[in-house]
């Protein structure tokens, strides 16, 4: 067996897909060398791509794809595509998965096995030859998957394939593809992520809520309100530090609660003191005449 790359799963990934299955007569024949011009780079690429994001334990099956790409300009048959499932939980187990891969319109089904490094190991090899891709072509497996109902959530799993092409009971590791990331989870378990509520792109956690500035009026969960604080239970707002002077939000209601000072100051009540004093002053004195005045009659009159 010829590994390309020192990637320690392979080695039991092309075992698997050695010791599974028979090996039909036809698997057997010669076929053209699948070799990549550059012996450092593998000569067919492998790309994963329209999978889901989620997936619930017991679930319906979520479909997604595999390119196969073969770069070199020779024809790369006896193809065996590798799926490792690698979960953060270390919980996922073989009959905890469903899988099938499609030739045509033929669903295969495809084993898990379970590694000492708590991986799950699949490989495309029921007993059918292999797939054939064409010099500088391009092959699409679809693929689908579903988790039994027994599945731990919540889980994070990340899958990859690697490619084998078989040469009876040996092999070469001939492609790699990219990891596809999905969520394992269900309506429970995920009830304090955060989501988009409205549609705008933006979350909002729950337990928490804001208070549109200039409304009054507050979501209840957080008594705070943007421009004051508000005391809880009251219905009333104290003026913040950045609210501006001589303004405070009065709660329920978005009418400013007037200042006390301005109402001292321009209230129909607020004296003139100047006036007053000058006033005083005269009376005084216009009394003290009218006393003089007084006597002078009166001492005259005797």
Not at 74 to 86: E, R
Request: hydrophobic content about 35%.
């Amino acid at each position: 067996m010829r590994l390309r790359t020192s990637r320690p799963l392979v080695p039991a990934a092309v075992a698997l897909c050695a010791a599974l299955a028979p090996v039909p007569a036809r698997a057997l024949e010669p076929r053209p060398a699948c070799v990549a011009s550059d012996t450092h780079d593998f000569p067919v690429t492998s790309r994963i791509h329209g999978g889901p994001d989620d997936y619930r334990p017991g679930g319906d099956f979520g479909t997604w794809y595999l390119d196969l790409t073969n770069t070199t300009s020779h024809t790369c048959g006896a193809i065996h595509p590798v799926v490792v499932l690698m979960d953060t939980g270390r919980t996922l187990r073989p009959e905890q998965l469903r899988m099938e891969f499609y030739e045509g319109e033929r669903a295969h089904p495809v084993t898990f096995e379970r590694t000492d490094e708590a991986e799950n190991v699949a490989p495309f090899d029921d007993g059918f030859p292999g797939f054939t891709v064409p010099p500088g072509r391009t092959l699409t497996v679809k693929v689908r998957l579903s988790l039994t109902s027994a599945a731990t959530a919540p889980n994070d799993v990340v899958a990859s394939a690697s490619v084998v092409q078989r040469h009876g009971g040996d092999g070469d590791w001939v492609g790699e593809s990219n990891d596809y990331r999905f969520h394992v989870g269900d309506d429970a378990a995920d009830t304090g992520r955060d989501q988009d509520t409205d549609g705008d792109g933006t979350t909002t956690d729950p337990g928490t809520a804001t208070a549109d500035a200039g409304t009054g009026s507050a979501s209840p969960g957080t008594g705070t309100a943007t421009g004051g604080t508000r005391s809880p239970g009251t219905g009333t707002a104290s003026p913040s530090a950045g609210a501006g002077v001589g303004s405070s939000a009065s709660a329920g209601t978005g009418a400013a609660a007037p200042d006390v000072d301005e109402l001292a100051r321009t209230g129909p009540a607020a004296p003139n003191r100047p006036l007053l004093a000058a006033l005083a002053v005269a009376l005084t004195a216009l009394g003290a005449g009218l006393f003089l005045v007084a006597r002078r009659l009166r001492t005259r009159r005797r």
